[in-house]
């Protein structure tokens, strides 16, 4: 098999909701990682953090309301901390399991990634991205008039916070990012699709926003000149009239095929929607590079052309 240079974007079920949850999903995504680095890949790891911001936010409130003294913690210090405990979790996991499996000469680093937005971009005038756990309408209806929050029902799972979500413009820890690659290292970057924040002359100021972490990881692939995004999500294949009769599930499909497929509506807002634009933007970027959807467990079989739906340029 050829040797590929991999960005794999880690969805919610790779992590858990929970500390404890994480512990243990960490452990499962790691041999799915290292089964692709034994394969003589080179690995580079983005995740979500929809969960995780969300505890930490509703926790740092929760402090700030106990203690007149602390003030609000803004959401762009939230991803921050999302990031460094994910991180630390995830590069753990993946160094375990690459002694385990006798791998000793590939070391595992997070780095804690900010990524640039445009503080002008429409998406701060309609939040679209949600946040924290699943709620009743009932509850979520004390957190809007509790806190302001807006929320919505997302995906027919409940009720969820949802705030901006900005369009990444730059990865500002490129270079250092770039450097750990070339070195062999497997990096864990783009945590919860980066710390939202917008340049003012040098200083770089934190927006309250979560970027879409399908689109930071697509952005990300992109400037590493990888071969292959892989979105990992919770279903082995992308569908198009999803729920229906005339349910059909996609193996292999142009860009074009799914540019089509997206204005026709086929793909849920929030959900499906942004992985398949990624992955149209990732495969239509260059010749060669080719996006992959598909679930954790199935990675390695989806690289092999087994399962998963890939998009390409031609097919």
Same mark, same amino acid.
Not at 3 to 31: D, F, R, S
Not at 261 to 285: H, N, T, W
Not at 304 to 315: F, I
């Given at each position: 098999?050829?040797?590929?240079?991999?960005?794999?974007?880690?969805?919610?079920?790779?992590?858990?909701?929970?500390?404890?949850?994480?512990?243990?999903?960490?452990?499962? #995504?790691?041999?799915?990682?290292?089964?692709?680095?034994?394969?003589? /890949?080179?690995?580079?790891?983005? /995740?979500?953090?929809?969960?995780?911001?969300?505890?930490?936010?509703?926790?740092?409130?929760?402090?700030?309301?106990?203690?007149?003294?602390?003030?609000? #913690?803004?959401l762009s210090v939230c991803v921050a901390m999302s990031q460094a405990?994910?991180?630390?979790?995830?590069?753990?996991?993946?160094?375990?399991?690459?002694?385990?499996?006798?791998?000793?000469?590939?070391?595992?680093?997070?780095?804690?990634?900010?990524?640039?937005?445009?503080?002008?971009?429409?998406?701060?005038? #309609?939040?679209?991205?949600?946040?924290?756990?699943?709620?009743?309408?009932?509850?979520?209806?004390?957190?809007?008039?509790?806190?302001? /929050?807006?929320?919505?029902?997302?995906?027919?799972?409940?009720?969820?916070?949802?705030?901006?979500?900005?369009?990444?413009?730059?990865?500002?820890?490129?270079?250092?990012?770039?450097?750990?690659?070339?070195?062999?290292?497997?990096?864990?970057?783009?945590?919860?699709?980066?710390?939202?924040?917008? *340049?003012?002359?040098? /200083?770089?100021?934190?927006?309250?926003?979560?970027?879409?972490?399908?689109?930071?990881?697509?952005?990300?692939?992109?400037? *590493?000149?990888?071969?292959?995004?892989?979105?990992?999500?919770?279903?082995?294949?992308?569908?198009?009239?999803?729920?229906?009769?005339?349910?059909?599930?996609?193996s292999a499909i142009s860009t074009s095929e799914a540019e089509k497929?997206?204005?026709?509506?086929?793909?849920?807002?929030?959900?499906?929607?942004?992985?398949?634009?990624?992955?149209?933007?990732?495969?239509?970027?260059?010749?060669g590079r080719k996006a992959l959807i598909t679930l954790l467990q199935?990675?390695?079989?989806?690289?092999?052309?087994?399962?998963?739906?890939?998009?390409?340029?031609?097919?």
């Open positions: 098999m050829q040797k590929q240079k991999i960005v794999i974007a880690l969805g919610g079920n790779a992590l858990g909701n929970t500390l404890p949850e994480q512990m243990a999903a960490v452990k499962v #995504t790691a041999k799915a990682i290292v089964d692709l680095i034994e394969e003589g /890949h080179q690995v580079i790891v983005t /995740h979500g953090n929809g969960p995780q911001v969300g505890m930490i936010n509703n926790a740092m409130a929760a402090l700030s309301r106990e203690d007149a003294a602390q003030p609000n #913690t803004p405990y994910i991180g630390y979790d995830l590069q753990n996991a993946l160094r375990e399991e690459l002694l385990n499996r006798g791998i000793d000469n590939i070391p595992v680093s997070t780095m804690v990634t900010q990524v640039r937005v445009n503080e002008d971009d429409p998406a701060f005038d #309609t939040p679209s991205k949600p946040i924290g756990k699943f709620l009743s309408e009932e509850e979520a209806k004390v957190i809007t008039q509790k806190y302001g /929050h807006i929320m919505r029902e997302d995906a027919g799972r409940g009720w969820r916070r949802f705030v901006a979500s900005p369009k990444p413009q730059e990865i500002v820890e490129i270079g250092a990012i770039r450097s750990l690659v070339d070195s062999g290292e497997v990096v864990i970057a783009c945590g919860g699709g980066g710390i939202p924040v917008t *340049l003012k002359g040098n /200083h770089l100021k934190g927006a309250s926003a979560v970027i879409d972490k399908d689109f930071a990881s697509c952005l990300l692939a992109k400037e *590493l000149d990888a071969d292959y995004l892989i979105i990992l999500t919770a279903v082995e294949k992308v569908a198009i009239n999803f729920g229906k009769e005339d349910e059909t599930w996609l497929y997206a204005r026709e509506g086929q793909f849920a807002p929030g959900s499906m929607l942004p992985k398949v634009e990624a992955a149209i933007d990732f495969a239509s970027s260059k010749p199935k990675a390695k079989d989806g690289i092999e052309g087994k399962t998963g739906t890939v998009v390409c340029n031609k097919l």
